[in-house]
């Protein structure tokens, strides 16, 4: 049980990751691609969140100076990740607009020509 | 029992991403992809990252699943069958997903207070930012102080990705009147809650934004929950009219004006003989220099945030209807 709870939260991170990798190589639709690279990338974050727990802390806001706090490193780089990657997912769901615009299809497998396939 | 809690949010997280892989529906996809931001929001919330689970309720539940719904509106609701065999594809990830469960085995155990990320940097974040930063969230200490210069580099990323948009897409401004209606003119009940809704989203907002020094939320929430009020005037009420309430154009100035503001305190700060971004000088007391350059650019950020991600919007939805006329 131990064993389990030491590593729970990794293995799911893993499971995660791994469910938006086959999402993003064996979906034939370009906007459900972009929904799985976003699963991989929540993966991340919740690995790095699960780093900076401590057991028994709690939220890094100051309360009074004998509690025990979690690690506000992580939650720093993943609270600016998050908005940078709703950023980049904006660009790449407007990359498949155009792709839509220019080829008249976003499924992977109907572009005509060898040329045109992505 | 926070244990517990724990393993049952992430059991639920691991089931929805497993049946986002077999629906054909691209519709239920992002529904069910803004139900998995939730439930990692709620994770965060149990893993003490209060900051970051209010930042991925408001923006990956908020606008991602906006702006996916936006451009299935464009590029149809139902994936294809495929013909590849899923082989492979499977084969990649069993063997990766293997590799990796065997790597984590070498991980220092979870919630331990003495692993490594515990001993450097993080002690002297938590011990001695209320003394030198003076603000009782570390978080934000750390993002706008101890770690400005990142910040500021996430901010040009955020704007950066708007040029990318409006270079991608572009809004187009529709003022003749063959403009087809947008919005929900018969829905008077959505109208009228939306109208409700509207104003004690912004107050949040800006109630996220200046006690995020005190409690969790800052810029960046604050930015995104912004956008998500003027997103639901548009949604609506129509594009024509949430864009005679700010205008595209507006909004490009808004969004750099965010990042000159910010990179202006740091510029600001040398000419007052610091370093770059060194707020001790702002003020002749140096905590009370942390708290004005603290407050400035976590204004800036949400300027630049706000600004883009209503760009982003106005973008996608002017695409749109832009399909709707032809």
């Known amino acids: 049980m131990n064993l389990i709870l030491d590593y729970y939260n990794y293995w799911i991170v893993v499971f995660l990751m791994m469910t938006g990798f086959y999402i993003v190589i064996s979906a034939n639709n370009l906007v459900k691609k972009v929904v799985g690279l976003n699963i991989f990338q929540t993966s991340v974050f919740m690995m790095y969140i699960s780093m900076g727990k401590v057991a028994g802390g709690t939220a890094p806001i100051v309360v009074d100076d004998n509690t025990l706090y979690s690690n506000p490193l992580p939650h720093v780089l993943i609270l600016t990740a998050i908005v940078v990657g709703v950023a980049t997912t904006a660009v790449g769901l407007s990359l498949i607009i155009r792709i839509k615009r220019a080829y008249g299809t976003v499924e992977e497998n109907e572009f005509e020509h060898e040329d045109d396939a992505i | ?326």
């Open chain 2, 1 to 326: 029992m926070i244990e517990w809690i724990d393993l049952i949010l992430l059991g639920m997280l691991a089931l929805t991403a497993l049946r986002v892989i077999f629906l054909k529906d691209l519709f239920a996809v992002v529904m069910l992809f803004g139900i998995y931001s939730f439930l990692s929001a709620l994770v965060f919330i149990v893993l003490d990252a209060v900051d970051v689970a209010f930042t991925e309720a408001a923006v990956g539940a908020g606008i991602s699943t906006v702006l996916m719904l936006g451009t299935l509106a464009l590029t149809g609701r139902t994936e294809k069958e495929n013909t590849h065999s899923k082989l492979l594809p499977i084969l990649v990830v069993s063997v990766t997903g293997a590799a990796l469960i065997y790597g984590t085995l070498d991980m220092p155990p979870f919630g331990n207070p003495d692993n490594p990320i515990h001993q450097h940097v993080a002690p002297r974040y938590i011990e001695d930012s209320p003394k030198e930063v003076g603000l009782p969230n570390m978080v934000t200490s750390v993002l706008a102080s101890y770690r400005g210069f990142d910040t500021l580099g996430e901010t040009v990323v955020v704007f950066s990705a708007a040029i990318g948009v409006l270079a991608l897409l572009g809004i187009r401004r529709e003022e003749d009147n063959n403009t087809p209606e947008s919005g929900f003119k018969e829905h008077r009940v959505l109208q009228i809650v939306a109208k409700i809704t509207i104003p004690l989203v912004i107050l949040f907002a800006l109630y996220v934004q200046f006690h995020g020094d005190f409690g969790p939320g800052g810029g960046f929430q604050a930015g995104v929950i912004a956008a998500a009020a003027f997103i639901l005037y548009g949604l609506v009420f129509g594009l024509a009219k949430s864009m005679a309430v700010i205008s595209p154009m507006f909004l490009r100035y808004m969004a750099a004006s965010g990042v000159l503001l910010y990179a202006g305190v740091g510029l600001f700060s040398m000419m007052q003989g610091g370093n770059f971004l060194d707020y001790n000088l702002l003020a002749s007391d140096p905590v009370a220099g942390q708290h004005y350059g603290i407050l400035i650019i976590e204004l800036g950020v949400g300027i630049t945030v706000f600004a883009v991600m209503l760009t982003i919007f106005y973008a996608f939805a002017s695409q749109t209807e832009r399909s709707n006329i032809q």
